[in-house]
T-cell receptor
């Protein structure tokens, strides 16, 4: 079965620090990969996605992620975080099984940015 | 992206009762999904609801406990039956356009507390 691992459960940074959140998945075939963000008190929002093509994908709010097939990784990065980036971040992989697409989520990484 | 609303946004229920959660989408979608997010944990798929057919449940979830209706292409309900405190979670509705390279969009969630 497919699975998604997020290595950091809690990350604390100061504003302007660089961010990298790890995500690894277990599946050898074609994958669609996603990062979702959940700001405090808000619902889950799509941050960025990778389907095919350029392995470096750019999302909203200055986030980007790089798909490295050989490492089964899809790490999320941002060169300079802001206090407003405080949120929980979920990596997800699309699984096609039983005739349906479904998302498999990682455990999430809770990011706290201090001013 | 689709605009998704859920009712109720939160509820506090007594053990042994049932609660029906509604999910409304502002456009027609093929696939609707129901997830559970237990306190401090990631999202777990409960079932996939395709209009005109029976819902497909994930391992660990059964129709008697979580009956789902999907009467048309913009609406679905999830019922949490015979509730216990272990059912206290956020329940999220999600929609995807169909088979293939989907992007799923999520509703605001229903926060359920069972006493």
């Amino acid at each position: 079965a497919q699975s998604v691992s997020q290595h950091n459960h809690h990350v604390i940074l100061s504003e302007a620090a660089s961010l990298e959140l790890g995500c690894n998945y277990s599946y050898g075939g074609t994958v669609n990969l996603f990062w979702y963000v959940q700001y405090p008190g808000q619902h889950l929002q799509l941050l960025l996605k990778y389907f095919s093509g350029d392995p470096l994908v750019k999302g909203i709010k200055g986030f980007e992620a790089e798909f490295i097939k050989s490492k089964f990784s899809f790490n999320l990065r941002k060169p300079s975080v802001q206090w407003s980036d405080t949120a929980e971040y979920f990596c997800a992989v699309n699984s096609f099984s039983g005739g349906y697409n479904k998302l498999i989520f990682g455990a999430g990484t809770r990011l706290a940015v201090h001013p | 992206s689709a605009v998704i609303s859920q009712k109720p946004s939160r509820d506090i229920c007594q053990r042994g009762t049932s609660l029906t959660i509604q999910c409304q989408v502002d456009s027609q979608v093929t696939m609707m999904f129901w997830y559970r997010q237990q306190p401090g944990q990631s999202l777990t798929l409960i079932a996939t609801a395709n209009q005109g057919s029976e819902a497909t449940y994930e391992s660990g979830f059964v129709i008697d406990k979580f009956p789902i209706s999907r009467p048309n292409l913009t609406f679905s309900t999830l019922t949490v039956s015979n509730m216990s405190p272990e059912d206290s979670s956020i329940y999220l509705c999600s929609v995807g356009p169909g088979l293939g390279a989907d992007t799923q969009y999520f509703g605001p969630g229903t926060r359920l507390t069972v006493l």
